[in-house]
């Protein structure tokens, strides 16, 4: 895992200020496109309303957001707007009927976005923050890769959640998240989430792979916060731009998310 090209140039520690974390902020990240990380977030979020949490859910993929796609918004406003100067983020906050939760849509292919100044990034990362103060949980879909965005949003959340499957390219670029991570932001919370697990068994197999690497390179053990099960309900789920947990609520998919969400909870 040590050999992949994402990690030939390590990227410089970010000044103090970027540094302050959202107490109830929580970053969906994966390394790698594909493994279903922004399925999960719409998931969580939904999960974390139904246990009487207030929360809210931010788009933070910038330029290929697609929240409002999945859930068949048609979303007016949009972080767009913010980035523009034209609406504050309380402006652009829609709230998801179905589930019972807000979101903060992005602006699918927008090149600009993902091309942000530092700064730029830091004043929406600490505007975020005020936002959050509003909510019990605030979930942020983050883009894939390791990309400035990414990285800097991601470590002004209190917690990462890495998403994986057991893919081996998935694996790879899911160390290389949590290196860049580590190395960037030494006091990170990560802990991780296997997805498109054919058994428990199995998805505890990934983890195992991915925690081994973690402790021989990095010296560092992030924790298992779920095993989800492949599910065939996920899928139709999506083509029908509904959460599953709306539309099958007893599904395993949606139970892995729900045992999930009540671990966040539980430990605050």
């Not at 200020?17 to 790698?32: C, D, H």
């Amino acid at each position: 895992m040590e050999n992949t090209e994402e990690l030939k140039l390590a990227p410089k520690p970010l000044s103090p200020r970027s540094l302050r974390k959202g107490k109830n902020m929580i970053a969906v990240a994966s390394g790698k496109g594909g493994v279903g990380k922004t399925w999960f977030s719409i998931t969580l979020a939904h999960a974390l309303s139904s246990l009487r949490q207030k929360t809210l859910l931010f788009d933070g993929d910038l330029g290929l957001a697609n929240i409002d796609i999945q859930l068949g918004l048609m979303v007016k406003n949009d972080l767009g707007s913010v980035i523009s100067g034209a609406m504050s983020l309380n402006q652009v906050i829609h709230h998801y009927d179905k589930g019972h939760f807000d979101i903060i849509a992005g602006r699918s292919g927008s090149a600009g976005l993902a091309s942000m100044p530092i700064g730029r990034l830091q004043i929406l990362g600490e505007d975020l923050n005020l936002v959050a103060s509003n909510y019990n949980k605030v979930i942020l879909d983050m883009g894939a890769g390791v990309e400035k965005p990414v990285r800097i949003l991601s470590g002004m959340a209190e917690k990462i959640i890495v998403v994986c499957t057991d893919e081996p390219t998935s694996l790879t670029d899911a160390y290389a998240f949590i290196k860049i991570m580590t190395m960037q932001y030494p006091k990170s919370d990560i802990s991780l989430v296997v997805n498109q697990a054919n058994t428990e068994r199995e998805g505890q197999r990934t983890y195992d792979t991915l925690l081994k690497a973690c402790n021989n390179f990095l010296k560092i053990s992030p924790s298992l916060l779920g095993i989800i099960r492949r599910d065939t309900r996920v899928r139709d789920s999506i083509r029908n731009q509904t959460s599953i947990i709306s539309r099958y609520p007893a599904s395993e998919a949606a139970e892995d998310v729900m045992s999930i969400a009540e671990r966040l909870v539980k430990n605050g």
